[in-house]
């Protein structure tokens, strides 16, 4: 079954250093995303991205986040200057279809874990 | 706005018996509804979606969900529970026009040997 893929599993990282988190998508999705779970709290939306672009995002997902496709394959987040807050799972997700065609679907990858000393 | 409600952070049964996993939703527009779950190190797997078809839905495992408009309830059930059932069980709801699922707080399902 296909599945989506994150890399590191678990990052930790002095605060004010910047993250980059990774992702494979399923190869046939065109829309992918992120969302975070700080521990203990709810799984939280961060943002969403087709056709190269930001096609919606959360108050969350301010200046400090900013998310790429740099190819083919990977989907990234990256966090610029680290805060102790920011310490959270990190879930990448993709979906085949967009919010247009029914029920939008997402599969979730494993997370990634970053801690933030 | 979107809301869900997981009324029971932590739910234990026999294996055998019945599991009731409760959630209730609030929405504006009609909502489509999910549950996932998550196993320990795994990804949240979709058990099954209501997208406004048949009320009653299906899903994996053996797990099905009633939406109930009158009560704005989503509740997951399974007839006999399994060992491998024990995980952490997410109700989510997503309206129309939005990319942002809403997720419940979540509840851990422990079964007991």
């Known amino acids: 079954e296909p599945e989506v893929t994150q890399t590191p599993s678990h990052q930790v990282t002095q605060m004010g250093q910047e993250v980059i988190l990774r992702c494979v998508p399923i190869?046939?999705?065109?829309?992918f995303y992120w969302y975070r779970q700080i521990l203990g709290q709810k799984v939280e939306f961060l943002v969403s991205?087709?056709?190269?672009?930001?096609?919606?995002k959360s108050e969350i997902f301010d200046d400090q986040f900013s998310v790429e496709r740099p190819d083919g394959s990977n989907f990234t987040l990256k966090i610029r200057s680290t805060k102790l807050e920011d310490s959270a799972m990190y879930f990448c997700?993709?979906?085949?279809?967009?919010?247009?065609?029914?029920?939008?679907?997402?599969?979730f990858g494993a997370g990634s874990r970053l801690t933030v000393l | 706005a979107q809301s869900v409600t997981q009324l029971d952070s932590h739910v234990s049964v026999s294996e055998g018996t019945p599991v009731l996993l409760r959630c209730n939703y609030s929405?504006?527009?009609?909502?489509?509804l999910f549950w996932y779950v998550q196993h320990p190190n795994k990804g949240l797997q979709l058990l099954l979606k209501?997208?406004?078809?048949?009320?009653l839905v299906k899903g994996i495992n053996g797990f099905e969900a009633e939406f109930k408009k009158s009560e704005t309830s989503f509740h997951l059930t399974k007839p006999s529970a399994h060992m491998s059932d024990a995980a952490e069980y997410f109700c989510v709801v997503s309206d129309h026009g939005t990319y942002k699922y809403i997720f419940g707080t979540g509840t851990r399902l422990k079964v007991l040997a």
């Open positions: 991205f087709y056709n190269n672009e930001i096609s919606e």
């Open positions: 997700a993709s979906s085949e279809t967009g919010i247009f065609s029914g029920a939008n679907v997402l599969t």
């Open positions: 929405s504006s527009y009609s909502p489509s």
């Open positions: 209501y997208t406004s078809a048949a009320t």
């Open positions: 190869s046939n999705h065109l829309y």
